[in-house]
């Protein structure tokens, strides 16, 4: 069982950057794959970032190659999302999720456990 806690959200002005955080508990945090997504008001659930158990691997989502950056502390069981260049559309809640699995993907119904969410309001 993992518990998931995000934060770092809150209002940035486009351009700027935020960093949000993901606190696990449990004790097998270094075993799983973890993922960011978000979701906007009115749309669907958006793939953002996935990292491998060890960090050396890492996916992105086509929106946010090149801006975001995901990170993973095994130590802190904390996994981190990076955000620089944010834009007006970046805007939504951010979800930190966990699986139990060595493969990264970015489908949702594929994690086993997910975070309240955390709330980032780009403004333009």
């Known amino acids: 069982q993992v518990q998931l806690v995000e934060s770092g959200g809150g209002l940035v002005q486009a351009v700027g950057s935020l960093r949000l955080s993901c606190a696990a508990s449990?004790?097998?945090?270094?075993?799983?794959?973890m993922g960011w997504f978000r979701q906007a008001p009115g749309k669907e659930r958006e793939f953002v970032a996935a990292?491998?158990?060890?960090?050396?691997?890492?996916q992105y989502g086509d929106s946010v190659k090149g801006r975001f950056t995901i990170s993973r502390d095994n130590g802190k069981k904390t996994v981190y999302l990076l955000m620089n260049s944010l834009k007006f559309e970046d805007t939504a809640v951010y979800y930190c999720?966990?699986?139990?699995?060595?493969?990264?993907?970015?489908?949702?119904?594929?994690?086993?456990?997910w975070g309240q969410g955390t709330q980032v309001t780009v403004s333009s």
């Open positions: 999720a966990a699986r139990e699995g060595a493969v990264l993907v970015h489908f949702g119904i594929e994690y086993d456990y």
């Open positions: 449990g004790r097998t945090f270094s075993t799983y794959t």
């Open positions: 990292i491998s158990w060890s960090g050396g691997r890492t």
